[in-house]
């Protein structure tokens, strides 16, 4: 990453961190911004995600090591990676009309995680995300070995979460990802 694209991409973290305080309470920028001057890993991860629409911010407090987790707050599902199956063996067993990629391998490249339920539920605390559009969440392998996969999205005020083949793909669906910093 080049030195100008990480001070802007670090002003947009800033920007949006200062405009989305109810996301962070009791977060100084100061303590953030030090962990990212020093995970330079991390900043081409949160490059990427914004890169690709997502919007990422802190989601609560520091954690025990103090690491702070940042994730996808994009009102809708992140444009730039939508219409994706879910994993590789998804996308290889399509045999006509593949997606250009998958959302766990997608994730993988750019350093990131995709949510879980717990994580998405929790990311809707701090807003209404996905109203529009869905996402793809971390499925367990018990419901994968079954060629499924789980997605959620926010309607009529509340989370919803659903099961779908992971081969399938759809404009609207992407994934929310995260990353600790």
């Known amino acids: 990453m080049k030195a100008e694209q990480r001070e802007v991409l670090i002003d947009a973290l800033k920007l ?12 100084e920028w100061a303590d953030v911004h030090a962990r990212l001057q ?10 990427e995600m914004e890169r690709t629409g997502g919007e990422p911010d802190v989601i609560g407090a520091a954690d025990d090591g103090g690491a ?11 444009q730039g990676r939508r219409s994706l199956c879910y994993d590789a063996e998804a996308l290889n067993s399509r045999k006509q009309n593949k997606p250009q990629d998958n959302a ?6 750019m350093g990131i995680s ?8 929790e990311l809707q605390q701090f807003g209404a995300f996905d109203l529009k559009t869905s996402s793809w969440v971390a499925t367990p392998s ?8 789980l997605f959620c999205d926010r309607r009529y005020g509340k989370v919803f ?8 793909y759809y404009a609207a669906r992407g994934f929310r990802g995260s990353v600790r910093v």
Do not use: W
């Open 104 to 109: 766990i391998d997608m994730a993988a490249v």
């Open 114 to 121: 995709l949510l879980t339920e717990a994580q998405y539920r």
């Open 161 to 168: 979460v659903y099961h779908n083949g992971a081969e399938s």
């Open 142 to 149: 018990d419901v994968r070995k079954l060629g499924g996969a």
């Open 68 to 78: 702070y987790l940042f994730c996808d707050c994009a009102a809708e599902s992140p």
């Open 38 to 47: 020093g995970s330079p890993d991390r900043l081409r991860s949160l490059f």
């Open 16 to 27: 949006r961190f200062m405009q989305n305080a109810h996301r962070h309470t009791g977060v």
